[in-house]
């Protein structure tokens, strides 16, 4: 089992950048693959991007190719999710989430099988 806590969220202004990071404890991190969501007010949770257990695969959303970069550090037990040229629609609460399943990109909510409790990112035009 792991446990994850999401930081690095936010108030910026359209075009700015942050760096949200997702720690994790409990069960070495190389054991999953990790992906980031996220959830605006009166939406589904939605797909962001994901990497493999040893981060040599990655993939994103079409909206948000080119601007978010996914990294991981497995020594460090750590989890990023670097985000530029920002967007109110980039409005949201941002889960990271782990999956047992080391071998497939899922992109698929359902798919992972434990959450962090989010981070608030707020995007203002």
């Known amino acids: 089992q792991v446990h994850l806590v999401e930081s690095g969220g936010g108030l910026v202004h359209t075009g700015g950048s942050l760096r949200l990071s997702c720690a994790a404890s409990?069960?070495?991190?190389?054991?999953?693959?990790m992906g980031w969501f996220r959830q605006a007010p009166g939406k589904e949770r939605e797909f962001v991007s994901v990497?493999?257990?040893?981060?040599?695969?990655?993939l994103y959303a079409d909206f948000v190719k080119g601007r978010f970069t996914i990294s991981r550090d497995n020594a460090k037990n750590t989890m990023n999710l670097q985000m530029i040229s920002l967007k109110p629609e980039d409005t949201a609460v941002y889960f990271c989430?782990?999956?047992?399943?080391?071998?497939?990109?899922?992109?698929?909510?359902?798919?992972?099988?434990?959450w962090g409790p989010g981070t608030q990112v707020t995007v203002s035009s």
């Open positions: 409990g069960r070495p991190l190389s054991y999953y693959t």
């Open positions: 989430a782990a999956t047992s399943n080391r071998w497939s990109l899922l992109v698929g909510a359902s798919g992972y099988d434990y």
């Open positions: 990497i493999n257990w040893d981060g040599g695969k990655t």
